[in-house]
């Protein structure tokens, strides 16, 4: 009988640390996206950082979204299909030509200058 009010006494706890830890990822990974989500009013800034009335205004939507069962990031792509690409801090990986067209430009532009000296030293 003492054994299975030991085992109680410390099931309970563990289960207490457990939900409240459940329920803090939930908002830990909401304060994390809010950091992604850009805020339009402001100049670089995203809604986690902004005190403006949109940023709070839609920190309240994605709240309820997520807290109805809406995945983030099934949420991400209704922001972006309301708001556009420039909502997001996060571009979508569709873009890599676009990101890595400075970098080739750089490549060009040295392999360039690379023969060029090369072709002055032998002259």
């Not at 329920?23 to 100049?43: M, P, Q």
């Not at 809604?47 to 990031?73: H, P, R, V």
């Not at 360039?112 to 072709?119: C, D, E, L, S, T």
Request: charged share 25%; with cysteine.
């Amino acid at each position: 009988m003492k054994i299975s009010k030991s085992i109680y006494k410390l099931i309970i706890p563990i289960l207490v640390i457990h939900i409240s830890t459940i329920s803090f990822a939930g908002v830990n990974e909401l304060n994390d996206y809010y950091k992604t989500i850009r805020c339009l009013v402001c100049e670089g800034q995203s809604i986690q950082e902004s005190d403006t009335e949109f940023a709070i205004n839609l920190k309240e939507q994605i709240q309820k979204k997520y807290s109805s069962g809406i995945s983030i990031e099934e949420i991400d792509q209704e922001l972006i299909k309301i708001y556009g690409e420039e909502i997001s801090f996060n571009p979508p990986k569709n873009h890599i030509l676009l990101w890595g067209m400075p970098l080739i430009v750089l490549i060009i532009i040295f392999i360039f200058i690379r023969n060029k000296i090369r072709f002055f030293r032998r002259v």
